[in-house]
């Protein structure tokens, strides 16, 4: 239904069309282009019903540029498209010609990215017009920065807004679980009308269900895809070659694994530390792409958290339960999983190798001096894991 027809319907006509169109995602889901094993069916539900909340709170709060809020996109529960877990993913609704400060902080910060689009993934319309790394802008000497977009060109702290962005995307890095804190963003457009948003009418509540509706539709099908066309070209439990992304910065390297491991087999990873600021590997579900549950168990792992042998190599062990290694990486259930590799802000990316064994097998493949992880270690790495995750994105 377009929004045109939207219009000529009443506002709970057209919340009844929405649940409809809600129903009908069951039936997507149930097809042969998703898996139908119990776990990732009621992965699948699970990701519709956070989707949909997702996109309900876009539409009816966050998308008036004239007011724009900064809102969470991605973080520990509401999780698409293959988020980074060392992100914090935010965005804001913008509108060209208007002028917008961001200010924040960047005393504690990992790092940021700023990008302006037009659209979302996957669209037709989907644009990235402008790509600006934190290390382009100067902070005060507090950390405090504020950052014009739009506008007349500034010498410094400015980024360009083209006359089709609708949305300002920021992606934080939260490099060192234990120290690195976040920007605090707060984005206020620069302008004195309109001082109060206008009142609610049924036209615009058609509206934001049309693109809450729409949003659930393309981004279940179009994720699924995207990550299904990286696994096709891989074989089981093996890594690609690392690459740079088409249109992306050319000191960002990623590299896609395909993990399918019986109960009793371990893969272990073997990746020669890069030359970068940050890297890591993370694993991710099928079909839904989104990282496993990486506040309760240990999904993922970055340079700030992992064991470097004597060799300069660090070995993963992906397993479906603890090998007593300090860089075990958890199936949380899954026999299969999509791994990322990354490394960020990098001059020279290493290409993961794969060994196939047994989970009993695996200490005869590791250094002799590879340390043992004890039950009681883990459940303290467990417990400070989940402490670090809640304060970056539950406060």
């Known amino acids: ?9 009443s506002v709970t006509d057209a919340w009844r069309a929405f649940c409809g169109r809600l129903a009908d995602m069951g039936a997507v889901i149930e097809g042969g282009e998703f898996p139908q094993d119990a776990l990732a069916q009621a992965e699948g539900v699970r990701f519709l019903a956070r989707m949909t909340a997702l996109a309900l709170q876009q539409a009816t709060d966050f998308s008036d540029p004239d007011f724009p809020v900064i809102y969470r996109l991605n973080d520990d529960a509401t999780k698409w498209a293959g988020p980074n877990v060392d992100n914090i993913y935010l965005a804001a609704a913008v509108k060209h010609p208007h002028v ?20 979302w993934w996957g669209e037709e319309r989907f644009r990235i017009h402008d790509d600006r790394s934190s290390s382009v802008f100067v902070p005060e000497t507090d950390g405090s920065i504020a950052i014009t977009i739009g506008g007349p060109e500034q010498p410094t702290n400015w980024m360009p807004l083209h006359p089709d962005a609708d949305c300002l995307f920021i992606r934080e890095y939260a490099i060192d679980w234990a120290t690195d804190d976040r920007c605090a963003f707060v984005l206020e457009r620069v302008a ?8 609610l009418d049924a036209a615009r509540v058609c509206g934001m269900l049309e693109q809450a509706a729409h949003w659930v539709e393309h981004t279940t099908v ?12 891989l074989e089981p439990n093996s890594f690609g070659p690392v690459f740079t992304a088409p249109g ?26 890069p030359v970068a600021r940050y890297w890591s590997l993370q694993l991710y579900n099928e079909a839904w792409y989104e990282s496993l549950d990486f506040g309760s168990r240990c999904t993922n792992r ?6 470097v042998d004597a060799d300069g190599v660090v070995r993963f062990v992906i397993a479906t339960r603890d090998p007593g290694t300090p860089n075990w990486l ?30 009993d097998a695996v200490r005869d493949l590791l250094p002799t001096d590879h340390p043992v992880i004890s039950p009681a270690q883990r459940i303290d790495e467990l417990r400070t894991r989940h402490a670090q995750v809640t304060r970056r994105h539950r406060r």
């Open 330 to 359: 958890d199936l949380a259930g899954h026999q299969r999983a999509f791994a990322h590799f990354r490394a960020v802000w990098c001059t020279a990316a290493t290409q993961p190798r794969c060994t196939l064994t047994t989970i």
């Open 302 to 307: 970055n340079n700030t958290q992992v064991h």
């Open 192 to 199: 004195d009308e309109p001082v109060v948003q206008p009142v």
């Open 1 to 9: 239904m377009s929004t045109d027809e939207w219009t000529t319907v």
């Open 248 to 273: 992306g910065g050319s000191d960002i390297f990623y590299g896609n694994g395909w993990v399918d491991l019986a109960p009793d087999d371990a893969l272990i990873v073997h990746v020669t530390v």
């Open 222 to 233: 179009f994720w699924n895809k995207f990550e299904a066309q990286m696994m096709r070209p």
């Open 100 to 119: 917008y400060t961001l200010r924040g902080t960047t005393a504690r910060s990992g790092g940021f990215i700023l990008q302006t689009l037009t659209g």
